[in-house]
């Protein structure tokens, strides 16, 4: 998943962590040591011989490392764990399980003096947090220690449909999904608005139930959408979904993300769709264009579940008036360099369109997901000034000559 700016250097040294590929379950299966040199198909296929999982990446080729540094996850509903270790009080109310990184329970990290540190909350508190969203500023991590849950069979996949006959009833429902005070938390949709170049917009819901259970009633409001163009959902587990998902993203495009976030709003996801709509015109005739945004619900009780867990840098719930959240990332692919401006402007102006509609409508919000910005964003800024401040003394303790900072160009700076 190389990256220009971030994960490879040109006339440089790239460190490559692919050998890091350990994987190790604790007696008492409630941790798993993984290296950073894994992919998260890989380790959902070696958890799943135990029964279990872990909110990782959507995508089965995402890798560990990067990932669990910036500490997103789209995996975010299978709750029950929560309940097995007791973090529900006892309660049969199943929580979510927050971010990936939330569910970090150690770090091995090497510092740019070449000491090996063993990071826990106890053992180094302020790094320990620094890692939960702070990227890659402080040290290579060289493995991970995580709290996997117990997982059976799952239940879902993608659905498409054309977008103007259902782009109504398609905002509404993730309205009111994503709004949901009784939030079903095994149910989770993450809906994608895509332009196909042969028949136009398309939605593409790709919806999951954390139980063995087909077409449960929280999940109804989008599996009834009519007219419905296809449909994959099965009953699966979570690896082969994941690694049928890495097939929908072949390696070899050129590829721009990024991020933003907005209170969950209707108004605003009509805006939204407007001004994907718009944007069409400027690259439609790019060669191999691949358009589209992905909407994801982070409802209340997911962020509240995620600050029981302990807390991390990425400073959520940052809504003033504490709605749910709407995350919104790009994923823009092209096969021409000579396209590249091109793209990149469109990418950028839908962007800058989404957010200035936001801005109108009182629903924008600052918090941008590391882990899909554009390097013309600021998402370590979007933590917070605290945050931001709190990053940085915690780099000049473990890293005072500024190596990570200065000498190792590309991902995103806590001195800017
Ligand atoms: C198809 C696709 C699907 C995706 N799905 C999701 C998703 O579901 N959820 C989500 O949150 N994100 C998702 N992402 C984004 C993904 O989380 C980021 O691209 C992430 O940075 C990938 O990490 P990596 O280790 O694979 O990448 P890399 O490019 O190898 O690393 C990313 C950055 O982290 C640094 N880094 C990596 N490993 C270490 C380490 N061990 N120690 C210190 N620094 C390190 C690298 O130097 C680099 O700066 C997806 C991306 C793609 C392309």
Known sequence: MAQANAANIQDGVTIDLSGLNQFIISDDKSLATVGPGLRWGEVYQKLEAYGLAFPGGRSGQVGVGGYLLGGMSIWKSPNRAQANRGLTGGSSYFIPHGFGCDNVAAYQ????????????????????????????????????????????????????????????????????????????????????????????????????????????????????????????????????????????????????????????????????????????????????????????????????????LGGNLLNLPTSPRGNALVLCDSSFSWTNENDTTTVRNAGLKLLNDINTSAKQLGTYNEWIDINHADITQDPIASFGPANKAFLQVTSRKYDPSGVFQNQVPGGFKVFP
């Open 109 to 308: 990290i090497v510092l740019a003096s070449g000491t090996i540190l063993t990071v826990t909350a106890s053992t180094h508190g302020d790094l320990f947090k620094a890692l939960k969203g702070g990227s890659s500023n402080f040290g290579i991590v060289t493995s991970y220690v995580i709290r996997p849950f117990p997982l059976g069979g799952i239940w879902g996949g993608n659905m498409n449909y054309l977008a103007e006959a259902t782009v109504d009833q398609q905002l509404k429902a993730f309205n009111e999904f994503a709004g949901n005070e009784k939030f079903d938390t095994n149910a989770a949709v993450q809906m994608s608005i895509a332009f196909a170049p042969s028949i136009g917009n398309v939605f593409v819901d790709q919806a999951f139930y954390a139980l063995p259970q087909v077409n449960p009633p929280a999940l109804q409001p989008f599996t009834n959408i009519q007219p419905q163009a296809g449909n994959e959902t099965a009953l699966s587990t979570l690896a082969p979904f994941a690694i049928a998902d890495a097939k929908a993203s072949p390696d070899g495009s050129r590829q721009m993300t990024w991020a933003l976030s907005f209170e969950n709003d209707l108004q605003t996801l009509h805006a939204l769709y407007a001004a994907f709509n718009a944007s069409i015109a400027s690259i439609a005739d790019v060669t191999g264009i691949g358009w589209a945004v992905t909407l994801e619900p982070l409802p209340i009780t997911f962020l509240q579940g995620s600050t029981r």
